[in-house]
């Protein structure tokens, strides 16, 4: 039943499946790291490379965000960082020659997998409209083509400037300058398909989007909360923390739709007791809530908390905290107390005992972490859920003290600083104030469009010009056939990147692929070596240095790329010196500290090791730069997806050998998938009522209230112990099911952990 495919590009419908694994890491993550490292990067430049990963005077990782521990390991890094890194710093390129004999069609009939592993790009290229093959364009000409189009638009809105989560500091704080010189707040980012529902919350309720804990915090706290999340393949070195703060003395509940191994049991690969030894039992209480019902959880919890301090008074809320620093309680209170325990009961799937037995937790512990990613942040209700779990933190004080607050785990390296950069379609006008001072223009004000709006603007034309900094925006994005006939109506599409991916085939009437220099690159400008920064998942700053020879001679950094690229469009009458950013990041540096709050003095607070925390109000001083000056309670009615008779609520998720949308194998060793991605994971009850056997192939159709039917077709069932009515799938191959218009209301996430889809027979193997 497997589809045809090259013999170097596997076919990915027929894997292996066996019993899922009950815990993360240990011996055989040590050997899978071992095999692609060595595979990607030779033995020698394995060692060079990983013992200066996330090291002081290293490099960070261009995985995921999660911070580095006060004092590092000489491995301080993870399975899949160290994957990331090998794919990197691989010995494998993509030339001229690569292109020559790779015609667009052929690329585009190829996986993404297959793309991936062919290598670094090595020299800009350049699809000519209507061309069968990319062909090489020097540096000169691929910059002056990019200038003559953004100066040939109508306006500027008719631009969109992509980012990516690995662009540093500089980078971004240069692309956004960039952006809005040139006169558009078109800056769709990464962020807006993830965490946008968190920050969109967190601003509301305590007045900063981002995370209100430090690392240390995760060992003091008695009770942590991990909510829709998987740390054992999306934040692994999370598991070290976690591991330790048990050790400490917090209990940890886990809530998720999903049994994941790395929340099960952890084997610290670290230490000898973890490869030879059973490993840490990390969770004591798991809640396998249905998909979407995380909110009416956190409504019961608080109502149970409400109801324990009213029969003893002072007892149970921190009263104090409430009154000094908080806003909207009674309103609050009284929607709580009508909470309805029916429609808790349908919306999270979880016996009414399971969630008493977590507030007891909650009622017995001092200092409360809760941790969650995008399983409850890609939901139309999310903004509301995420808003209800700061109503269950503040209630007992749990904002602004040692050991408590919110966590939200960002995913890519800097998506968090990139923000902070300013690299957001609806800036405050704080940051534009202080842009247009001091760089003496006026920064535009109409807000701009996030990554669903871009998309419908190159749908309507209104886009023609696409600039991708780094990411794989076709392949990320929802609703995948609306996605990539949206790119192909645009004049130019432009994408700076490391390594050959899916949007580098799905191209404007003309596109160009700027190779750059990555993490592990040694960065030499004019000035001499460069280093770059970066900010984690905690507001965490700190320098990252790479010390590979590039891949190529020429190669251009991100900065390099934004400078060059602005000088020619904006014209020698504009008074950014660009090109002296070029030669030495440390004077841009030097700008964003008069621009962005907390990087005063920021060319010497990198010296420091380990780097220097930004400024949290809320978590720093209990002060919380709100509309009301307060922490706000709010009012969020209870809801849940709403799912018809004989479909299911399907998740689309990664693999444990994939970051995103880069997948580096095909196998998913945690859950028992190997050699294959094309599989749907079915509870055996309802594979049961819509007659699946296990190993059967079916398609996945997803409804929507626009009656446009959008399928994958060909996936293998897996019976696996799921939540009742939930399905999970890989993504990106589930991304054509979600609507583009389904988003989740405040943040415009796509909503792709609650997608209703029915089951159709198989309609065969993908061509």
């Known amino acids: 039943m497997a589809r045809q495919a090259p013999a170097d590009d596997p076919a990915q419908d027929a894997p292996q499946v066996a019993a899922p694994k009950h815990a993360a890491a240990g011996l055989p993550a040590l050997l899978h790291t071992t095999k692609i490292a060595t595979a990607q990067m030779g033995a020698a430049r394995s060692v060079r490379t990983l013992t200066k990963l996330n090291q002081p005077d290293g490099f960070d990782c261009p995985g995921c965000a999660w911070p580095e521990p006060e004092h590092t390991h000489t491995a301080e890094f993870c399975e899949n960082g160290a994957k990331a890194v090998a794919e990197e710093a691989t010995l494998r390129r993509v030339g001229p020659e ?27 290229m350049l699809l000519e409209q209507g061309a069968t093959h990319y062909t ?14 953004l100066r040939a638009l109508p306006s500027p809105n008719a631009a969109a400037f992509y980012t990516s989560g690995r662009t ?12 809005r010189q040139l006169g558009t707040n078109n800056l769709p980012d990464c962020s807006n ?52 703060a048990k050790r400490a003395g917090a209990r940890i509940v886990s809530v998720n739709p999903l049994p ?35 909110l009416a959880l956190f409504r019961a919890l608080n109502l149970l908390l409400l109801e324990a301090e009213e029969k003893a008074p002072g007892t149970v809320l921190d009263r104090a905290f409430i009154d000094e620093h908080c806003h909207g309680y009674q309103e609050w209170a009284a929607d709580a107390r009508n909470t309805d325990w029916d429609a808790v009961r349908e919306a999270t799937g979880l016996p009414e005992a399971q969630i008493r037995e977590l507030a007891e937790l909650a009622l017995g512990s001092e200092k409360i972490i809760v941790c969650w990613a995008m399983g409850l942040t890609q939901h139309k209700h999310s903004v509301p859920t995420i808003r209800e779990v700061v109503n269950f933190l503040l209630l007992r004080g749990n904002v602004g003290k040692p050991g408590a607050g919110v966590c939200p785990v960002r995913g890519h390296s800097n998506v968090q ?57 076709v392949a990320a994005s929802p609703d995948t056939e609306v996605t990539e006939e949206a790119m192909r109506r645009c004049r130019l599409t432009v994408h700076v990147s490391t390594k050959l991916n899916r949007s580098h085939v799905v191209t404007g009437a003309r596109a160009l692929i700027l190779p750059t220099l990555g993490r592990t690159d040694r960065d030499l400008q004019a000035s001499g070596p460069q280093q770059v920064t970066v900010e984690d998942s905690m507001g965490m700053v700190h320098a990252s240095r790479g010390a590979l020879k590039p891949p190529a001679d020429d190669l251009l950094s991100e900065t390099a790329i934004v400078c060059g690229l602005a000088r020619r469009t904006l014209g020698a009458r504009n008074t950014v010196p660009w090109e002296e950013f070029a030669a030495d990041y440390g004077t841009l540096r030097e700008r964003i500290a008069r621009v962005v709050p907390g990087f005063e003095n920021y060319n010497e607070k990198i010296k420091q090791p380990g780097g220097f925390a930004l400024p949290h109000g809320p978590r720093d001083r209990r002060a919380f730069p709100t509309a009301t000056g307060k922490a706000n309670f709010t009012v969020n009615p209870l809801t849940a997806p709403e799912v018809p008779a004989g479909r299911l609520l399907l998740q689309t998720l990664r693999s444990h050998d994939q970051y995103n949308t880069t997948v580096y194998g095909l196998d998913d060793r945690y859950r028992g998938i190997t050699d294959g991605r094309r599989v749907v994971l079915l509870h055996p009850d309802d594979a049961a009522e819509h007659r699946l056997a296990d190993g059967a192939y079916v398609d996945l159709v997803s409804e929507w209230a626009d009656g446009v039917e959008r399928r ?36 415009n996430t796509p909503t792709s952990k609650s997608v209703v889809v029915r089951i159709e027979p198989d309609s065969g193997p993908v061509a």
Request: aromatic residues 10%.
């Open 136 to 149: 090489p364009i020097s540096w000169d000409a691929a910059l002056d083509l990019v200038a003559d189009e």
């Open 193 to 244: 398909m993830c965490h946008e529902s968190s920050g969109s919350a967190l601003t509301e309720t305590i007045g900063i989007g981002k995370g209100s804990v430090h690392l240390k915090d995760l060992y003091q706290a008695d009770l942590i909360i991990v909510a829709g999340q998987n740390p054992g393949t999306n934040h692994p070195r999370m598991l070290s923390a976690l591991e330790r």
């Open 260 to 294: 994941e191994a790395g929340l099960e049991r952890f084997k610290n690969p670290q230490h000898a007791r973890g490869l030879v030894a059973n490993g840490t039992k990390l969770t004591d209480l798991f809640l396998q809530i249905r998909l979407g019902g995380d």
């Open 712 to 747: 994958a077709p060909h996936f293998r069932v897996v019976h696996y112990p799921t939540a009742r009515g939930c399905a999970a799938a890989y993504y990106p191959e589930t991304n054509v099911l979600v609507p583009l218009d389904s988003t989740a209301d405040t943040s």
């Open 168 to 179: 540093s500091n500089e980078a971004a704080f240069a692309y956004q300058l960039f952006a």
């Open 98 to 124: 690569f292109f020559a004999e790779h015609s667009l069609a052929d690329l585009n009939g190829r996986s993404g997998y297959w793309l991936g592993q062919q290598g670094r790009l090595t020299t800009p």
């Open 417 to 473: 600083g990139d923000r902070t950069m300013g690299i957001f379609e609806r800036p405050g006008a704080a940051f534009l104030d202080a842009l247009g001072k001091e760089f003496r223009f006026e920064p535009p004000r109409e807000h701009g469009h996030d990554v669903v709006d871009t998309i419908r603007a190159m749908r309507d034309g209104a886009v023609s010009v696409f600039f991708a900094m780094g990411g794989n925006f």
